[in-house]
T-cell receptor, first 118, second 113 residues
Framework: KAGVTQTPRYLIKTRGQQVTLSCSPI?????VSWYQQTPGQGLQFLFE???????NKGNFPGRFSGRQFSNSRSEMNVSTLELGDSALYLC?????????????????FGPGTRLTVL | GENVEQHPSTLSVQEGDSAVIKCTYS??????FPWYKQELGKRPQLIID?????GEKKDQRIAVTLNKTAKHFSLHITETQPEDSAVYFC????????????FGAGTILRVKS
């Protein structure tokens, strides 16, 4: 099976702009989670989507949003970019077969999108 | 909320020696503990995971141990090789929060040949 893919791989934006990042999960995987990775804060959970519904959300401002499509592909959007949003944005997919909690699935990461905000 | 501490932040070993990385977690409700390896410029790669109903798990040169009472878990790499050099992250999750992983700060492992 093909792994998790993310596009674009690199992105340069200026403050105040908005950006949309895309993630295609492993075929058959229905859960997609997003993480932000920075040298200072490490890996931090943004949100998780399953069957087009947001299941969990991390402690990020409302400028960070996401969605999931019927084919399980997911996008995340950051509006009004700030310098501190520069980071590697990673998505991870898992083969969650049911939306019923509680459980944690094995997650596989994509290569990430490197966002630089100038 | 959950907090995960990881030690040491850097670890240098000689090729062939063993390496041990330790993590502690704060919430006793955590029941899933994966370890990821991230090479420079690459994605985090799952190397092993353990659930709280198991005390130890092995996969060739890699093993993970879990002490639920003390709320800590450790990664053990035996017979280290230069290709083991990377950043290693531990993580923990609480089942009611689904796939939300809380990560440790990472350990830079250098294997000297």
């Amino acid at each position: 099976k093909a792994g998790v893919t993310q596009t674009p791989r690199y992105l340069i934006k200026t403050r105040g702009q908005q950006v949309t990042l895309s993630c295609s999960p492993i075929s058959g995987h229905r859960s997609v989670s997003w993480y932000q990775q920075t040298p200072g804060q490490g890996l931090q959970f943004l949100f998780e989507y399953f069957s087009e519904t947001q299941r969990n959300k991390g402690n990020f401002p409302g400028r960070f949003s996401g969605r999931q499509f019927s084919n399980s592909r997911s996008e995340m959007n950051v509006s009004t970019l700030e310098l501190g949003d520069s980071a590697l944005y990673l998505c991870a997919s898992s083969s969650r077969t049911s939306g019923v909690l509680p459980s944690t699935d094995t997650q596989y990461f994509g290569p990430g999108t490197r966002l630089t905000v100038l | 909320g959950e907090n995960v501490e990881q030690h040491p932040s850097t670890l240098s070993v000689q090729e062939g020696d063993s390496a041990v990385i330790k993590c502690t977690y704060s919430d006793s409700a955590s029941n899933y503990f994966p370890w990821y390896k991230q090479e420079l410029g690459k994605r985090p790669q799952l190397i092993i995971d353990i659930r709280s109903n198991v005390g130890e798990k092995k996969d060739q040169r890699i093993a993970v141990t879990l002490n639920k009472t003390a709320k800590h878990f450790s990664l053990h790499i035996t017979e280290t090789q230069p290709e083991d050099s990377a950043v290693y992250f531990c993580a923990a999750s609480i089942p009611e929060y689904g796939n939300k992983l809380v990560f440790g700060a990472g350990t830079i492992l250098r294997v000297k040949s």
